[in-house]
């Protein structure tokens, strides 16, 4: 194979997976806490759940279930055990991961006479079939192309936009122009510099549907009666530098590169094809991120200033700061030291070629530090009240 | 290094520290045209802005050769940028734009 390659899990469906979990699912509310019994008693097992369940309608409805449904498809998960409270959108979410032809199982509180211990003994003997069975892949090598990166900043400081955000870009950008595919979200931070996003916008519907979700962001903070200095950017942020959110935003595209932006999706949403999108979403890291995994993308690129130790329990997430203090202080939180470059020692050039190396080292199977101490949560966002 | 702050484009009216300034230290700032040098008026933290001019009362404040929003209060040449002299111009409640 030429040009740059990592080790992967082919998958049935013919994508391609960075790790390959067994995964167990909980789609209810009811059946969270039994999810997290079945995944202590097989060390190993990732474990997604929700707190919600039927009272969930319209578009909040239809996100928790395409979300958590991704989260079972996604390509690095290699088997899946779906648990829920009663049959209907167990027997949906299991139907739509079996299209991978992934192997997934299901579970229902129901059919285990309502006994959570019940339920989770039975959970337990599949998940560790599942784990035995998993542990027979083998990685096989895989083009750049086939890697899908997802970016992230959180805890940001100016560090961020001048160092470890334009890194990250620098990635993203040999990774579109090898074929492969990207997306970020956060579209508050897009504000104060959306005039840039627009420009790049691959048609004029494009540069439209950026607008309109600013302004959509920008009208919920003010009808909230939200001044967004002190919420975003926040009393961290501002401590470290930050001001208003047009500085924080126009360090925070930085973290796309220059590519063309293809289109914008929504949260949990897959992408239409190759190259760069936005995903219209909070701000938050762990709603940001899950909606980024959710959308497929099979690995992170999370920039902070000061520090931030949330990442995804599916997608390895590469922590990343050009902060000297905190690459200093936070050697087993940051996977990537940019101080170098603050302190220009180096390129930004030579960084960004160590950087990919990183990458396609973790999509191998190099641990990172947020999996290494299990600080990985998935989790969906909520659009609205609930029956 | 020999140089203490940076500006990020051309343009740009403000520079961000790479190290903690003390006030009446003399701060090298990068820019595109060449490295100056600036007064630091008072204590600036980490990363934090040092205004590269005299700054009046509701100028655009520009950093990556953006508008970041403008200043409050007048800021002599030298001075700390942040939130106590500078606010956006974004996402402001009806009628409360300053």
Known sequence: MTGPAFDGFRRPDGTVGVRNHVLILSVTGLTGPTARRIGRAVPGARVVTTPYGSGLVGDDAALQRRALTAFGAHPNVGAVLVIGASPPLVDEVVASIALTAKPVEALILDDCDHDALTLTERGTRIAARMMREASRARRVPVPLAELFLGMECGRSDPSSGLVANPLVGAVVDALIDAGGRAVFGETIEWLGAEHLLTARAANPEVARAIEAAVLRRERTAIDAGLDLLGNNPGPTNIAAGLTTIEEKSLGAIAKGGRSPIRGVVGIAEPLPGPGLYLMDAPAYAPESVGGLVASGAQLVLFTTGVGNSFVSGLAPTIKISGNPVATRRLREQLDFDASDVFARRASLADAAARLQALVLEVASGTLTWGEILDEGEDVVSRLGPAL | ?98
Do not use: F
């Open chain 2, 1 to 98: 290094m020999n140089w203490q702050a940076t500006t990020l484009a051309a343009g740009d009216n403000v520079a961000t520290v790479l190290q903690p300034i003390a006030a009446g230290e003399t701060v090298a700032v990068w820019t595109a045209a060449g490295v100056i040098a600036i007064t630091a008026l008072e204590p600036v933290a980490l990363c934090h802005k040092i205004a590269l001019a005299d700054l009046a009362a509701g100028t655009a404040v520009i950093k990556y050769g953006q508008c970041i929003g403008q200043t409050t209060a007048p800021v002599r040449q030298g001075g700390w940028v942040h939130v106590h002299n500078l606010r956006s111009r974004r996402a402001q409640a009806a009628g409360g734009a300053t």
